[in-house]
């Protein structure tokens, strides 16, 4: 289970992480938060809570904190991943770690550093962004990015989110409809959006 104490939020931090950290709280999220994408879904009040999916094998604990999962040399289509965490009647929740791992521009998971791995705390309005590449397909699946959610002192939602136009959607078995991002051209790379519902009121 991902805990929020401080004790195992120390653990996890290392000074460029907490750099950012800082900058989004001073409010840099506008870039992301600036694109037209419509919210998924959009919310309104009784709104189901996000699917839940299987974490996979490649799940690792004490993922980096860090905004920006890309590291110099790597390759892929640049992604600019925001969103926000509402509860059931739509309300932002604050504070919430949002866990984001994914393979890499070869179809690879890195299972022994933190390459396309890393964490987020979401902002007093419920927001947070990722910086980092669109995952290359491997064998068996269609185009993914693996997540978990967890607002302080509740359970964790793990779930997986999907890419629109995917030839590979109709062929996974675990795809759904439900949790799929909506997406849009941005420059070379691509401005993405989710919305996750916790269960909650």
């Known amino acids: ?6 004790q195992t939020r120390r653990g996890f931090l290392v000074t460029t992480a907490g750099a950012v950290g800082m900058a989004l709280a001073a409010g840099d999220l506008a870039p992301a938060f600036g694109q037209a994408l419509a ?8 709104d189901e809570p996000t699917l839940r999916q299987t974490e996979g094998p490649f799940y690792k604990p004490s993922s980096p904190q860090r905004t920006d999962l890309r590291e110099p040399g790597m390759r892929g ?7 926000m965490v509402l509860t059931r009647a739509c309300q932002p929740v604050a504070g919430v770690l949002v866990d984001l791992w994914h393979a890499d521009a070869d179809g690879d998971y890195d299972n022994t550093g933190f390459r396309c791995r890393g964490h987020v705390f979401a902002d ?3 927001r947070f962004r990722f910086l980092t590449i ?8 269609t185009r993914h990015y693996h997540v978990k959610v967890q607002a302080p002192n509740r359970p964790v939602l793990t ?13 996974d078995r675990l795809f759904r409809r439900e949790l799929l991002m909506r997406t849009a051209a941005a420059g070379d790379g691509l401005a993405a959006r989710f919305d996750f519902v916790l269960d909650m009121r």
Do not use: W
């Not at 919210?39 to 009784?46: F, H, I, L, R, V």
């Not at 669109?134 to 699946?141: D, F, S």
């Open 159 to 171: 779930t997986q989110l999907y890419f629109p136009g995917e030839a590979g959607n109709r062929r």
């Open 124 to 126: 007093a309005q419920g």
């Open 77 to 83: 289509r640049p992604v600019d991943l925001s969103g």
């Open 1 to 6: 289970m991902i805990h929020h104490d401080r």
């Open 134 to 141: 669109v995952p290359a397909l491997y064998p068996g699946r």
């Open 39 to 46: 919210p998924t879904p959009e919310c309104k009040d009784g």
